[in-house]
């Protein structure tokens, strides 16, 4: 397992504070949890954090620990610990996950990785130039059968070629990513059998 770090102090602001939507909506997520369990509301406060910065800063853990009377420590463990917080600056307009479990392995994940490091950056994790696009390797996002696939912030591209996810990171990275269908890209319905292959 990798060891999961804050960004460096240069990243991080200063302050963070939920909007005031999202104020409301962290409120009355903290009352549906019964008097003293308001704590086991972390992991949705955190995740609308992520929401709406786009990544997991220093400052919010903390407003997220003050919010709940959590211990700092505490927070920073469940936002170290889950990979699906991110602990630093991704693209704005794309945060690409490659699945690269054995299932997405064998149908061509490799090729998909080499599409991203092409395209946006040759590490994972780092921006590109424009702070627009970034991505990593993650493992199983559980599309299994529609292999190889990736997911783009909570929507998952299955069936994929290295040409269409090429096609589908420019799309993102012209601002189009709402244009590009969720699913299969191969022309297959959800999850059923595909026969188009020998």
């Known amino acids: 397992m990798s060891v999961r770090r804050l960004a460096d102090e240069t990243l991080q ?3 963070f504070f939920f909007s005031s939507r999202n104020l409301v909506w962290a ?4 009352a549906q ?3 003293n369990r308001e704590q086991s509301a972390v992991i949705p406060l955190l995740m609308r954090v992520q929401e ?3 990544w997991i800063t ?3 853990i903390e407003y997220v620990a003050t919010m709940l009377s959590m211990s700092y420590i505490r927070v920073l463990e469940i936002a170290t610990f889950y990979t699906q917080f991110h602990l630093r600056p991704l693209g704005t307009r794309a945060h690409i996950q490659v699945c690269g479990t054995t299932p997405c392995m064998l149908r061509g994940a490799e090729e998909l990785k080499k599409v991203c490091k092409k395209r946006i950056n040759g590490e994972p994790l780092i921006t590109n130039a424009e702070g627009t696009l970034s991505w990593e390797e993650v493992e199983c996002l559980g599309a299994c059968v529609n292999a190889p696939m ?3 912030f909570k929507d998952t591209y299955e069936d994929l070629t290295p040409s269409r996810l090429e096609e589908i990171i420019v799309l993102f990275e012209e ?3 709402e244009s590009v269908p969720v699913g ?3 022309g297959r319905f959800s999850s059923e059998p595909w026969m188009g292959e020998g």
Do not use: F, H
């Not at 409120?27 to 903290?30: C, F, G, L, V």
């Open 52 to 54: 709406q910065e786009g």
């Open 58 to 60: 220093r400052a919010s």
């Open 13 to 15: 602001p200063k302050k």
């Open 27 to 30: 409120e009355k997520t903290i």
């Open 175 to 177: 601002g189009l990513g």
């Open 150 to 152: 990736v997911m783009i």
């Open 33 to 35: 949890y019964p008097k």
């Open 184 to 186: 299969p890209q191969n």
